[in-house]
């Protein structure tokens, strides 16, 4: 090694399974020496090529105490990965420290944070979106869907709600029920909306920018529902599966000329958006509708599209804050890959159980395993409530990709039979795969 070649530390913002693929990929740059994770998560370790420290009693909301370890660890990189951190401001708080940071200002991430105000952006630049209003009144949302008895909507929650905010209502006695949970979710569902329920398939395509150009990195389609054939309720993500055959040529154009009118105008605006975008969609009839933008990877997208990106991680992250991502070009593997969600089983109480089966996981070809909320204490791992893990299988094609997948979820149980996961991810393209 060259003696007097510069190597770096890097922050990762982030505790889930989204998190521990961006410590991996920064893992990978022969430039980076240490990395930090905030909180973190046990199984980031795991698959790093160099030592990993977490902070599992920190939030990502701390933005106090993430600032002081910045300057005590002298940290080079900041990748803030998650919704909330970005939410209270910690990207403009680094930003004015210093520091060098990967992730939009709360401002420019109001588009994801703020659903109304998003739902109002894109109005105002004519962004194709369902049809939509937005409610801070509960009496005026029940006259509203009372006046409406045939209808199918999403009553979604205007602030952040850990991925659960949207509630899908078949007919009206579903969606005045929807608006009572508004409540649940605190001053996150204070202002609500109530949108026209689309029926079409939906996918995901994410972009890197530094506010003025951006590369699109790679498209996903998640399964957001709890169980097989999307049913029960919607969670953080079941699975996910990489590149989705519904992503035509014709379906990227219209995502790419979406996300081009959202960065400039954001940048017209005064916001200007670095970091990562996240386009969800929906195609109805070959026209693709937004659903939502998220202002960070999504998980588990993320699982399945950072392993596949070929180019340095922490050269992509420089470019973006020294504003000259043109000046590299970001490639893919061109693998697909399977990601599917291990979770407690719904009606298991949340007390600790042991895990088995992640050491013979780990002695797989072409299959990784990115951990959440796994607690690994000596030789052995524990579990105690929600999504735990992304098994991701990588192939040729996607039946490949998803033989290994299922493979691997195979060897693990959790005590007293109490492992959840959806049985259906990928399941579409498989389809389309065989026409």
């Known amino acids: 090694m060259n003696k007097n070649k510069r190597i770096y530390t890097v922050l990762v913002v982030d505790g889930s399974g989204r998190g521990a693929a961006i410590v991996q990929k920064y893992s990978q740059s022969s430039k980076v020496k240490k990395i930090f994770a905030i909180p973190g998560n046990d199984l980031m370790q795991i698959n790093s090529h160099v030592p990993v420290k977490i902070f599992p009693d920190l939030k990502t909301t701390s933005v106090t105490e993430i600032t002081e370890i910045c300057h005590r660890e002298k940290v080079d990189l900041v990748d803030v990965c998650q919704d909330n951190a ?3 401001s910690l990207v403009d708080k680094l930003t004015k420290e210093g520091f060098k940071v990967v992730g939009p200002t709360r401002k420019a991430g109001q588009i994801e944070w703020d659903k109304a105000w998003a739902r109002n952006f894109m109005k105002r630049y004519k962004l194709p979106v369902p049809f939509y209003k937005v409610f801070d009144s509960k009496s005026k949302a029940i006259d509203f869907v009372r006046n409406k008895p045939n209808k199918r909507f ?9 991925g659960k905010g ?3 209502a078949e007919n009206s006695k579903q969606a005045l029920e929807a608006i009572d949970q508004m409540e649940k979710f605190g001053s996150a569902g204070k202002i609500f909306i109530i949108e026209e329920w689309l029926k079409g398939e939906e996918f995901s395509m994410f972009a890197v920018t530094d506010g003025k150009t951006f590369q699109i990195v790679g498209s996903a389609q998640d399964h957001k ?5 999307d049913l ?3 969670t953080g993500g079941m699975g996910c599966s990489s590149p989705p055959l519904i992503v035509n040529q014709n379906i990227y154009k219209q995502g790419e000329s979406i996300i081009t009118i959202t960065i400039k105008g954001l940048a017209k605006e005064k916001r200007l958006y670095k970091g990562v975008l996240y386009l969800g969609a929906i195609v109805v009839r070959k026209k693709v509708f937004v659903i939502e933008f998220n202002a960070r990877w999504g998980s588990p997208e993320a699982e399945v599209l950072v392993p596949g990106i070929k180019t340095d991680m922490f050269d992509i992250g420089m470019h973006i804050v020294q504003n000259n991502l043109d000046a590299i070009r970001i490639k893919s593997d061109g693998r697909a890959r399977v990601a599917v969600t291990g979770a407690l089983r719904p009606q298991a109480v949340a007390l600790e159980r042991e895990i088995f089966g992640i050491k013979e996981i780990l002695k797989l070809h072409g299959v990784t395993i990115f951990g959440t909320r796994v607690k690994h204490r000596g030789k052995r791992y524990f579990v105690s409530k929600g999504r735990l893990f992304h098994i991701v299988g990588k192939g040729k094609t996607i039946i490949e990709a998803r033989q290994k997948a299922y493979s691997a ?18 399941s579409r393209d498989v389809e389309r795969f065989y026409l």
């Open 154 to 162: 999403f009553i979604k929650a205007s602030g952040l709600a850990d």
């Open 166 to 168: 949207a509630i899908p």
């Open 232 to 234: 029960g309720p919607n």
């Open 409 to 426: 979820m195979s060897l693990l149980h959790i005590q007293g039979n109490n492992l959840h996961y959806r049985t259906d991810i990928g």
């Open 225 to 229: 529902r709890l169980y097989d054939d």
């Open 86 to 88: 970005i939410e209270a």
